[in-house]
Each structure stands twice: as C-alpha cells, then as structure tokens.
C-alpha cells in the first residue's frame, strides 16, 4: 500500500487531528508522558481507518486514575486500564521490556522507556510511536517508516519468532492486508519457526484474527507455502477463497457465518462435511434431511467443496414450513408421542416435494401417518 513520503510535522499534526478523541488523549500527556504506538500509528501513516486505539506511557497508569472516563484494570500481569470515549475504548499500558524466560513462553515484563517499548514489539512497521504533548513527532527507531514506502514487511530483530511464535502467522495476516513483501531475513526465520512451542489456543487466537481479514486466503497460502503450520493442507488457500467468495452473496451472505467457515476451511474439513458435499440428493426433502443438522458454517464448506445443491437449501428449502402444527394433530384426536412428529415430518415432505398444497392436504397425510394409514416412504 502506498504512502506519501512528504511526512512534515505539519501533515503528522492533520493525521492526529483526524483520531477520535484526540484532545481528550492529549490531557492524558498533562499527567504523564504519553504515545499513540503500534497499529494505530501505521494506520495513520496509510490512511486506513482504525477503530482500536493503543497508548503507551512511562510511568504509573495509576496516575490517570482521575482522568474522566479512565478505568484502571486490576488482576493483570502488568498495569493496564481503559479509556472511554464516544462508546469507543482506547487500551492504555505502561512503556514496558520483555524477556522471555523460553521459547513460546508468555513474557516476564518491567517498566521501560518508550524506545524500549518500541523494541520489545513484532515487526518495523508495528515499532513506531507519536508522542500526544508537544509538536507533533514520528519515533521511528527502527525504520518502520522505510518499510511502510517499500512495502516490506521486516522482523525486529532475529529471536523474534523464537520468543512467541505465533508473530509468523501475525506476518502472514499482514502480508496480506498490506499487500507487504517478506524482507527477505524475515522470510528465512519464518521458514524456522516452530509454533509447537505455544499453547493450541494462541494458534487458535491468530487463526480467528486471520479468518476476519478481508482475504484471508492470501494468508492462509503464504503460511502453507512457508510450512508455518503443517496441519493445513495444500489445498487450504482454495478453499478459503471459495468460502469467501460464497459468503459474500446471497443466499449465504448474513446467514452462514463467514469467519466460522473460514476456521473451518483452513483446517481439513471432517470427513462427514466431505461425504456431505459429495452427495446428490434426488429429492428436496432428501436435502433437508441431509442438510438441516449442520451449521451453516458447515454447510457452505461443504458447498465451497462442491455441493452445489446446498444453494437451493440456503435460499429456499430451509424456508419452506407447514401450515398445520402439532396442537392440529392433537386437536385431532392424535396423542402425545412420536406419531405426532412421524406425521408432521411426513407432510413436510410431502410439502418439499411438491405433493402437498394448502393446509387440509398437510393435514391430511399428517393424520394419516400418525394413524399408521400409512407409512413413510
């Protein structure tokens, strides 16, 4: 993505002006030294929009206890509070170090400088800070800005991706809603790392930030490319983008949920969802009967592999219900028990095929089966 290299004072100053709440973040800097870090200083220098704030201070969050709207957060590793403005919350934490006592391991933290705060994080891009008093300012230590002109996506320093693994499936996501190139040392640790040192639920946690990107497939293929994570497949990148691609339509698009489909094609499908998309039903109440006990993030893996019966499904046949009801049967002189359900799944059939019109005919062969008249075919 591009970016303009006439990075004044003056244009940084406009970029500030356009933030959400800025002079209420800047009387934060009256009581103690504070900067906008990270995410949120790289999304104004691309002039993307950004929802999540995070601010850095050296010294004691405790000293914004008084701040209007300002909660500190309490039981956490390390000093932190919240911020609210607008209905919207800003993270607020203290300049800190880290070490890592072992690979993969959560990391001891101190009070710190915000150049050392700036230090401790994943990638160039995401190690740049403004400070909220005074002219306004780029800290830019490690060239975040260079690479942001380039491109280039650049690891901090090499035992990056050793500390906490799951920063290789953070680059991925951002190779691809940057549309970065890999620096070519940050492609080489990648090919190295080894997420079995962390926890399933980390590698989880990213796989769920990846899914809710905009192309996820994108990431999902340089990981398989770089052999990030074995467990996906090949084929993986496909069919994300075909879930994608579906979920951005109609008859899927506001009914299956679409980061859930991601999750579950970036992962090899279960073999039932597998059998699923290799059926062909014959009738419409056949599909329903196949269809209606999965999640709709299941089905459309199953028609991202190729069902492309499941459309029908989505749009229509999950829509169609009868006119009777149970209390109909009942007011009938059928009892309680399963002859009421045999009765109804029966004109529902009927319904879906085509065979029943109108609510005597439900009723009809309803009563009929529940009677035991007939049986189901």
């Known amino acids: 993505m591009p970016i303009s290299r006439d990075l004044d004072p003056d244009r940084l100053s406009k970029l500030l002006e356009s933030l959400p709440g800025i002079e209420a973040l800047r009387s934060l800097a009256q009581k103690v030294p504070a900067y906008l870090v990270g995410g949120v200083v790289r999304d104004l220098l691309l002039a993307r929009p950004r929802l999540d704030i995070d601010v850095a201070i050296e010294g004691d969050v405790a000293a914004l206890a008084d701040a209007p709207g300002f909660v500190l957060e309490s039981g956490g590793r390390f000093l932190t509070g919240k911020l609210s403005l607008d209905g919207a919350e800003i993270d607020i934490a203290?300049?800190?170090?880290?070490?890592?006592?072992?690979?993969?391991?959560?990391?001891?933290?101190?009070?710190?400088?915000?150049?050392?705060?700036?230090?401790?994080?994943?990638?160039?891009?995401?190690?740049?800070?403004v400070p909220l008093a005074g002219d306004a300012e780029l800290i830019d230590p490690h060239g975040g800005l260079d690479d942001l002109r380039a491109g280039t996506l650049r690891v901090l320093h090499d035992r990056s991706f050793i500390d906490d693994p799951t920063r290789a499936l953070r680059a991925a996501r951002y190779v691809a809603r940057f549309d970065l190139a890999l620096e070519p040392g940050t492609e080489k640790l990648l090919r190295a790392t080894d997420l079995s040192t962390v926890s399933e639920d980390r590698v989880q946690a990213e796989l769920r930030r990846i899914a809710a990107e905009l192309n996820p497939a994108k990431a999902v293929s340089l990981?398989?490319?770089?052999?990030?994570?074995?467990?996906?497949?090949?084929?993986?990148?496909?069919?994300?983008?075909?879930?994608?691609?579906?979920?951005?339509?109609?008859?899927?698009?506001?009914?299956?949920?679409?980061?859930?489909?991601?999750?579950?094609?970036?992962?090899?499908?279960?073999?039932?969802?597998?059998e699923l998309s290799s059926a062909t039903p014959e009738r419409p109440s056949e599909a329903v009967r196949l269809a209606e006990p999965w999640d709709p993030a299941q089905l459309l893996v199953a028609r991202a592999l190729g069902a492309e019966w499941l459309d029908r499904y989505a749009d229509e046949l999950r829509l169609i219900e009868l006119e009777i009801t149970g209390d109909d049967l009942l007011a009938s002189g059928i009892p309680e028990?399963?002859?009421?359900?045999?009765?109804?799944?029966?004109?529902?059939?009927?319904?879906?095929?085509?065979?029943?019109?109108?609510?005597?005919?439900?009723?009809?062969?309803?009563?009929?089966?529940?009677?035991?008249?007939?049986?189901?075919?």
């Open 223 to 274: 990981i398989v490319e770089l052999g990030i994570l074995p467990p996906i497949d090949p084929a993986a990148p496909e069919r994300v983008a075909s879930v994608v691609e579906l979920a951005s339509e109609p008859p899927w698009a506001g009914w299956a949920d679409r980061e859930l489909a991601v999750m579950l094609a970036i992962v090899r499908p279960l073999p039932q969802i597998r």
């Open 337 to 377: 028990g399963p002859a009421i359900g045999r009765g109804l799944e029966a004109a529902r059939s009927g319904k879906l095929d085509g065979e029943l019109s109108g609510r005597d005919e439900e009723l009809r062969v309803a009563l009929a089966v529940a009677r035991g008249e007939i049986t189901e075919d």
């Open 94 to 129: 203290q300049a800190r170090a880290e070490t890592y006592p072992q690979p993969g391991a959560l990391p001891e933290v101190k009070p710190a400088t915000i150049d050392r705060d700036l230090a401790r994080r994943d990638f160039t891009i995401n190690a740049m800070a």
